[in-house]
């Protein structure tokens, strides 16, 4: 099959056409809807040719359904019909869990995507495990999110932002015990240094994993 990934973000939308190398960027916001999403990309990938759809989604999602409306963007994504909006399968899965699956290479890996917010996800044995550490209360009545997102490292700077993801890296390394960490996320090519146990991830690899969403269901 050839599957549109559908990689929505708090700025853009990302797609990439399932037959050949090109992506498509789409603009995103505090207003956008999943009808707005769902007609961008339709007009946006008209001539594109493919079978059926994954959507990474910003926030918690559960046996492929949404469970709650997105931080960074409009209403109307929880309970959307996909499948009938775009008129294919579609399979919906968190964002940072569809990056981490195009990212995995065995084991316990923990991923942390370092954009709008903090983006996470555990694959244990292939199996994944979404998470919303990102929410989690850490300092002075902030979040992970509100130190390692873009509001962050805004308000910090980056010397005090990168400061901060490595302590949230090396506290979620003792409490996880991955054996290792994917730093992925927009963010992550303004990092001065890896934190140790760490690799750097690819945004590419989003695309690899939603389609590798359907490899693993058929086998």
């Not at 973000?9 to 056409?17: E, H, L, R, S």
């Amino acid at each position: 099959m050839n599957i549109l990934v559908i990689d929505v973000g708090g700025t853009n939308i990302k797609i990439k056409d399932p037959t050949g190398p090109e992506t498509r960027k789409l603009p995103s916001g505090p207003q956008l809807s999943a009808r707005d999403m769902v007609e961008a990309v339709q007009k946006a990938a008209a001539d594109w040719s493919y079978d059926a759809v994954t959507v990474g989604y910003p926030g918690p999602v559960i046996n492929g359904k949404i469970t709650k409306e997105p931080f960074n963007l409009g209403k109307g994504w929880l309970g959307f019909d996909f499948e009938r909006a775009f008129g294919k399968p579609v399979k919906v899965m968190n964002d940072a869990a569809m990056q981490a699956l195009g990212s995995y290479e065995g084991g316990r890996m923990l991923f942390l995507g370092l954009g709008t917010g903090l983006g996470n996800c555990m694959i244990f044995d292939g199996v994944i495990a979404p998470m919303e550490l990102g929410h989690l209360p850490y300092k002075k009545g902030r979040s992970f999110e509100d130190y390692v997102g873009n509001l962050g490292m805004k308000r910090m700077g980056r010397r005090k932002w990168q400061e901060a993801v490595n302590d949230v890296v090396r506290r979620l390394q003792a409490a996880l015990l991955p054996d290792y960490v994917v730093l992925g996320g927009g963010n992550v090519k303004k990092l001065e240094d890896i934190p140790p146990g760490c690799r750097p991830g690819d945004n590419e690899n989003a695309f690899v994993g939603g389609a590798r969403v359907w490899e693993k269901q058929r086998s």
